[in-house]
């Protein structure tokens, strides 16, 4: 099977949900707390638009890398968010990098559910395509929108193929990173992604379980010379407490630790009691309080759903449950820092922690 990139340097990502006027003032403090990148959700009843938050950012910095997490294959037309991109991407000197999944809050708020998988592997090749200054086809089937395709349109000629046809030569395509929570979207992004995020939790058995599934999904697309970079989206948390720290998880945990119950059934490996408490989860998920402080499904998960979808607990702790997940072959680290109930001190405290404290010993372990 292929091996993991594991000559690969570290990355850690902060996830932050897009807020207004606080995006020029976040990027430069992460960029000076040695962070890797910051990324913006893509959810628009939920948050301001994230290409303006990202533009924001990066006029403000200068080596941080920016990125959504997520965006998804409905809200945008590919080329219109390959446009948006590639111009992020030549304004900020190349620091770009798109996260999509299938979809979630972005979708549930106009009442739809996450794509089909066969409308997101066409998505993503079209990304791909546009991002790379390719040709792309042109998709003129019904759809159910009622649009008619242009062969319907008299005229001399017409186009048979889109592309991003501005792009100057200095432009450099933007990377796509997949994610990924079940395995048909893992072999989808073996297929299509330039680096794939494994949204499991952060437990040693389930991303050992992800890791061996996308090795196997990229060498049955026979392209072990272009393995994707793997991550994982993890919730972390720092607070020598860890009852506190547990609580502290509880509403932004339930997100995704949502993620592997979702569809009615347990994906990876659960123990039967973990089983029962993702399915518990799922059925008392309030999707109108989502990622909320006091939401329902905050009170129902347990520290069995905790301890195996998020990090929380002292320094020392953290630290050693990232080197662990890094010499099982994972390179990127989205991480989610929020916790809505509890004081904002307690947060700040954790954040500082993690970034001067944890991430740098980490990083020394790792011999980076």
């Given at each position: 099977?292929?091996?993991?990139?594991?000559?690969?340097?570290?990355?850690?990502?902060?996830?932050?949900?897009?807020?207004?006027?606080?995006?020029?003032?976040?990027?430069?403090?992460?960029?000076?707390?040695?962070?890797?990148?910051?990324?913006?959700?893509?959810?628009?009843?939920?948050?301001?638009?994230?290409?303006?938050?990202?533009?924001?950012a990066a006029e403000v910095t200068s080596t941080i890398k920016l990125g959504t997490w997520v965006t998804n294959p409905v809200t945008r037309h590919a080329a219109v968010a390959a446009g948006a991109l590639a111009t992020l991407q030549l304004e900020s000197g190349g620091r770009i990098e798109v996260g999509i999944?299938?979809?979630?809050?972005?979708?549930?708020?106009?009442?739809?559910?996450?794509?089909?998988?066969?409308?997101?592997?066409?998505?993503?090749?079209?990304?791909?395509?546009?991002?790379?200054?390719?040709?792309?086809?042109?998709?003129?089937?019904?759809?159910?929108?009622?649009?008619k395709g242009l062969d319907e349109m008299e005229m001399g000629t017409k186009p048979t193929t889109s592309k991003l046809g501005w792009l100057p030569d200095e432009y450099t395509p933007v990377p796509v990173v997949?994610?990924?929570?079940?395995?048909?979207?893992?072999?989808?992004?073996?297929?299509?992604?330039?680096?794939?995020?494994?949204?499991?939790?952060?437990?040693?058995?389930?991303?050992?379980?992800?890791?061996?599934?996308?090795?196997?999904?990229?060498?049955?697309?026979?392209?072990?010379?272009?393995?994707?970079?793997?991550?994982?989206?993890?919730?972390?948390?720092v607070n020598e407490n860890r009852e506190l720290a547990r609580q502290m998880v509880r509403p932004i945990v339930t997100v995704q630790?949502?993620?592997?119950?979702?569809h009615n059934k347990v994906i990876g490996p659960a123990s039967a009691e973990l089983a029962k408490d993702l399915q518990d989860l799922r059925r008392?998920?309030?999707?109108?309080?989502?990622?909320?402080?006091?939401?329902?499904?905050?009170?129902v998960i347990s520290d069995e759903v905790i301890d195996n979808f998020a990090i929380a607990g002292p320094a020392?702790?953290?630290?050693?449950?990232?080197?662990?997940i890094a010499?099982?072959?994972?390179?990127?680290?989205?991480?989610?820092?929020e916790s809505p109930d509890v004081g904002q001190a307690l947060v700040e405290q954790s954040q500082s922690l993690l970034g001067s404290v944890v991430l740098p010993k980490v990083r020394a372990a790792l011999g980076q």
């Open positions: 099977m292929t091996d993991a990139k594991n000559d690969q340097p570290l990355q850690f990502w902060r996830v932050s949900p897009p807020r207004l006027y606080t995006a020029g003032t976040l990027a430069a403090q992460l960029e000076a707390e040695g962070w890797d990148g910051m990324t913006a959700g893509d959810s628009q009843s939920l948050a301001p638009d994230p290409y303006i938050f990202l533009t924001r999944g299938r979809g979630d809050s972005a979708l549930a708020y106009i009442g739809l559910a996450p794509a089909p998988l066969g409308h997101f592997e066409r998505y993503m090749r079209d990304l791909h395509g546009y991002l790379n200054g390719a040709e792309v086809p042109l998709h003129t089937e019904p759809d159910g929108s009622g649009l997949v994610a990924a929570s079940g395995p048909k979207v893992m072999q989808i992004a073996a297929r299509t992604a330039d680096k794939i995020t494994a949204v499991v939790g952060p437990s040693p058995e389930r991303l050992t379980w992800a890791r061996d599934l996308i090795l196997a999904a990229v060498d049955e697309t026979r392209r072990p010379d272009a393995v994707p970079v793997l991550g994982t989206s993890c919730v972390v948390v630790a949502r993620f592997a119950a979702m008392n998920y309030d999707m109108n309080r989502h990622a909320s402080s006091g939401a329902k499904q905050s009170s020392s702790y953290v630290t050693e449950r990232l080197i662990e010499e099982l072959g994972y390179r990127r680290f989205t991480i989610s820092v």
